[in-house]
């Protein structure tokens, strides 16, 4: 059953693909370092982007949350907020952020209170026009966590507390330049990334949770010179390398991989060229060993995670080294249209990659990306973040505040689900597909995104992470989201998202998580606005009791213009 289910689901998500209802641009580890914000844009886009918008708000809502399964509870709590959406845009720079801080005031013991910091930021600065770039990236964001490290965003009752908060950012230079006609760049990029501890994880009977990931740093730099076609020769050639590293928190696990490559772009036509390449990697992942007890059993912390023994050896998880390779097509008929797609081989085995970008019109964005690269929970997180757009408007649930999986924009890949699928600490290889479309209409944008993600987890057998090795992971995510004015003082916003979690390591342990919300909003006086929302949240699982909430909101929100 398991197996049809993730075929039809699949289906779906390439179907989605193939229409060009597509979202998140996932670039490969070595090759999507500091894209110029401004670089690919036409005169529409770029007329479009001279704007500077800050708006800082306060608010204050009443909610009501209805348990609908298990059982019938009422739960009701007060929030008071304040938050700054702004985006700032240059003809060489761009910055988007939505922060937000809310406060949760209980009304009875049922209610958790607390307080969240939730946001995303994106910002690419010019310090010399197309020379010189600072990229940067920040997301916060709280999911709900089970035991088998799947997780979802959404909405959240008031008494859950079997979520987790998750705080992510990069920033890195860019440097562009020449000599003569041969073209040099290079790249830097800094991440970090930290997983709070929820207070609760939710296993199967019996069950024993996986060890959550707890922070990371990523390191990543490559450089490039080469010849554009048709200067000093027909064709054009490139040499460059590139490093990576991981180094995640948890049994002190890290990635090293390092490359030196050389290329070459075939032109066919104006419009087509062939593409390849070919080099020497090395990759190299490792841990140590968790403390043990007197059984021998290792040792779990009271955040509920492996404690590291710092004085064991390293243990190898995985490793390869030698010749890679790759061929590919590139066509760009257009400024609006561009297709690249790759086969080759890398870490060991056969690999598969592109993308594809269209633009039809000024007002629709479309966007696919076939991805495949050895990375951890932070690692991934980071190279999403560097693929949003630096101009964007985000959307949150209005129940609980959080943002959504996706945020507006006509530049590029704008979800980051995929990425916040499961929070297992165990470094893998992750193959995959995401897809999105976007639409502004004036009065209306809307918004569609899917994606599927297969992870292959890879530790040493002989470590306290070994039954992860060799487990695959594989989730979907689908998202929506829309908003339209209806007229000059109102407006109504919907957002949804679905997340599929199926878990190698037990195969009783499926989880299927869904948000959905709709929010009416009403301009009163002169900054004052008014949100009526309602909202419905749930998780189903094959071996746990699942659990269903109804939500309403009403709220008064003063934004300072």
Not at 170 to 194: K, L, M, N, Q, W
Not at 485 to 494: E, G, V, Y
Request: hydrophobic residues 35%; glycine residues 12%.
């Amino acid at each position: 059953m398991r197996t049809t289910i993730l075929r039809q689901m699949l289906g779906c998500a390439c179907a989605l693909g193939a229409l060009a209802v597509p979202g998140v641009a996932f670039a490969q580890d070595s090759t999507d370092e500091g894209d110029d914000a401004s670089s690919e844009q036409g005169p529409q886009q770029r007329s479009a982007r001279q704007q500077t918008r800050i708006s800082p708000y306060i608010e204050a809502s009443q909610v009501l949350i209805k348990n609908l399964e298990p059982g019938d509870d009422l739960v009701t709590y007060t929030t008071v907020a304040a938050g700054v959406d702004a985006s700032v845009a240059g003809r060489n720079s761009a910055a988007s952020v939505s922060l937000r801080y809310e406060r949760r005031i209980g009304w009875d013991d049922d209610t958790l209170d607390g307080d969240t910091i939730s946001g995303v930021a994106r910002a690419s600065i010019a310090l010399v026009p197309r020379a010189v770039t600072i990229e940067a990236g920040a997301l916060a964001a709280q999911t709900r966590v089970e035991g088998t490290g799947a997780a979802s965003i959404g909405g959240f009752a008031g008494n859950d507390d079997s979520t987790s908060q998750i705080y992510a950012g990069y920033i890195g230079p860019s440097v562009r330049t020449s000599a003569g006609d041969v073209e040099i760049e290079g790249h830097y990029r800094f991440g970090y990334t930290r997983v709070g501890a929820p207070d609760v994880v939710l296993g199967g009977p019996g069950s024993t949770p996986v060890d959550l990931f707890d922070e990371s740093t990523t390191h990543s730099a490559s450089a490039r010179a080469g010849v554009r076609p048709n200067t000093v020769v027909p064709i054009g050639v490139g040499i460059g390398g590139g490093w990576n590293e991981q180094n995640v928190s948890n049994l002190d696990q890290r990635i090293r991989d390092r490359y030196v490559r050389a290329d070459v772009t075939v032109p066919l036509s104006p419009n087509l060229a062939l593409v390849g390449g070919v080099g020497y990697e090395d990759v190299e992942v490792s841990s140590r060993d968790a403390v043990r007890d007197t059984l021998g059993n290792p040792v779990v912390g009271p955040d509920g995670r492996y404690i590291t023994d710092e004085n064991s050896p390293r243990l190898i998880a995985y490793e390869t080294d030698g010749l890679i390779w790759d061929a590919g097509v590139l066509w760009r008929p257009s400024r609006r249209t561009s297709f690249e797609a790759h086969v080759g081989r890398r870490y060991g085995s056969m690999t598969y990659y592109g993308n594809f970008a269209y633009a039809p019109n000024s007002s629709t964005s479309i966007n696919v990306a076939v991805y495949d690269s050895v990375t951890s929970f932070g690692g991934q997180l980071v190279n999403t973040l560097a693929t949003l757009p630096a101009q964007f408007a985000a959307f949150r649930n209005p129940i609980t505040g959080q943002i959504g999986g996706c945020v507006a924009s006509l530049q590029g890949g704008s979800c980051f689900n995929g990425a916040l699928g499961g929070l297992s600490s165990a470094v893998f290889r992750s193959r995959g597909i995401a897809s999105g479309i976007s639409v502004d209409l004036g009065r209306t944008q809307l918004g569609v995104g899917a994606g599927y993600d297969r992870r292959s987890f890879l530790a040493n057998p002989g470590s306290a992470l070994g039954l992860a090795n060799g487990v695959v992971d594989e989730s979907l995510w689908y998202a929506l989201y829309g908003t339209t004015q209806l007229d000059q003082r109102s407006s109504l916003t919907a957002n949804a998202n679905v997340a599929w979690y199926e878990s190698g390591a037990n195969l009783a342990a499926d989880v299927l998580g869904y948000s959905a919300s709709l929010a009416y909003n009403r301009s009163i006086w002169r900054g004052l606005s008014a949100t009526a929302a309602v909202g419905l949240d749930g998780i189903e699982r094959e071996n746990l009791i699942d659990f269903m909430s109804a939500s309403g909101l009403l709220g008064l929100r003063y934004t300072f213009n």
